[in-house]
């Protein structure tokens, strides 16, 4: 079988890897891939094809005679690529862009939320920048007053489009920013104001035919830029996984009242979903609740997610677009923990270097129980050069989520260009939880 990748990531270079182990795929296209999926191997080969070029996408599965498509990023679902694979027969993986609404539009989710009786923050939905603004005024009205409200703007924003606000002038700012400014372009046409929900955050990813769902081991996400979760919000700083603030009981629960009624309201509101559902969750005191819907594998969620995966994944992501999920065995996953450090280039998220020599890259594949999976690069003869804000995503996998973290960093140290950073407390979180739950006794 040929299997045609979606996407430039991290996360399509996860996918590219793992899908090549399979027994059943002869060879793996990625378009338009990275210098590290060009460098994967015999399997694994680039087309020179944009994400969001939904007809050459098309045109090449068609004549290459691609068994299945797997879609990557967001936009080229939000554009409605599914559908057209659909349109011609084509075997494709990812929710429709009527489906995909859950992630292209923050309002859709937010209502549809609502709807199901998913727990989610208080929201309101604004089209007009002095609305908005009234509205702040109207509920702190004065100077300095504390404002906990996140300003989202509605469509893709590569991750930056949500503002978390402390005072009422961050969110006069973010309005401004999104609405007046418009800073993520039309993805700013309508926003919402919703509550700030406080807890820690958790991501539970689970693929759907749109009957059956198989939950996937939740992970914890780094969204801030930098230690102790300061600064703008990212794209992601990291990822691990399994985390211990979600054990069985929690999961049943999510699953439960989170995932069941969503793919539920969905069908009722005849936009099956089938793909990738991914929860950003909230775990509030009263429980958790859902920040947001992803309509993929997240970025870099997927990363760790696949170092620990052992079954096939074709075997899941074919059985996903056939409608017959209830009829496989359950996925396998190796039990120890795993961890993705990004390793990103200076001014990320801001404006940002590219083009820059990557060097060390042999020496942190030597590593054991690490892979170094490329996000934002290129090839440039026999040279890697930096591509994008985040470059790399180091992940390892380890006896304990300390030997995962100490692999990963021993192989970030390893790799080199001018500006290069990243998070020093990946997994962090997950450590202390432990310790204090042991501490209570």
Not at 147 to 152: C, D, L
Request: glycine share 10%; with cysteine.
């Amino acid at each position: 079988m040929k299997v045609l990748i979606v996407g430039n990531g991290g996360r399509e270079h996860a996918l590219a890897w793992k899908i090549a182990q399979s027994s059943r795929v002869d060879q793996v296209f990625v378009a338009p891939g990275n210098a590290g999926t060009a460098l994967e191997g015999a399997k694994v080969s680039n087309v020179t094809i944009s994400a969001t070029d939904i007809a050459g996408l098309v045109k090449f599965a068609s004549t290459e005679k691609i068994g299945l498509t797997v879609i990557g990023p967001e936009a080229p679902l939000a554009l409605g690529v599914v559908d057209a694979f659909q349109d011609m027969k084509l075997k494709v993986f990812g929710p429709t862009q009527a489906a995909a609404q859950l992630e292209s539009s923050k309002v859709f989710c937010k209502n549809l939320l609502r709807q199901a009786d998913v727990p989610t923050g208080d929201y309101q939905v604004f089209r007009e920048a002095d609305d908005a603004m009234r509205f702040i005024k109207a509920r702190f009205p004065n100077e300095g007053d504390r404002a906990p409200v996140v300003v989202k703007a509605d469509g893709l924003a590569s991750g930056k489009g949500v503002v978390v606000c402390k005072t009422r002038e961050d969110a006069l700012e973010a309005v401004e920013r999104i609405a007046r400014r418009r800073e993520f372009g039309t993805a700013g046409n309508q926003m919402i104001i919703e509550e700030r929900l406080e807890g820690q955050e958790a991501s539970v990813l689970a693929i759907t035919d749109g009957r059956t769902i198989v939950p996937l081991p939740a992970c914890q996400d780094h969204k801030p830029a930098f230690d102790g979760d300061r600064g703008p919000n990212t794209g992601g700083m990291g990822a691990y996984c399994p985390t211990p603030i979600v054990d069985d009981s929690m999961m049943a629960w999510i699953e439960e009242h989170i995932l069941v009624p969503t793919v539920h309201a969905m069908k009722r509101n005849r936009k099956p979903f089938s793909g990738v559902l991914y929860a950003g969750l909230m775990l509030t005191q009263s429980g958790p609740k859902v920040l947001e819907y992803n309509c993929r594998f997240g970025d870099p969620e997927c990363q760790p997610l696949i170092m620990r995966l052992k079954s096939d994944l074709v075997d899941l992501l074919e059985a996903t677009v056939d409608g017959r999920l209830d009829q496989i065995d359950p996925p396998q996953w190796d039990e120890r923990p795993s961890l993705c450090v990004v390793v990103a280039s200076q001014g990320y998220p801001g404006e940002y270097t590219k083009n820059q020599i990557v060097t060390g890259l042999d020496a942190a594949a030597q590593i054991e129980d690490v892979k170094v999976f490329h996000a934002g690069t290129k090839l440039s003869g026999d040279q890697v050069l930096t591509d994008g804000g985040r470059v790399l995503g180091v992940t390892a996998i380890g006896s304990s989520v300390s030997a995962a973290k100490l692999q990963a960093y021993t192989a970030v140290q390893k790799v080199r260009w001018p500006g290069s950073w990243c998070r020093k407390d990946i997994s962090d979180k997950a450590l202390q939880y432990v310790e204090k739950k042991q501490k209570e006794g």
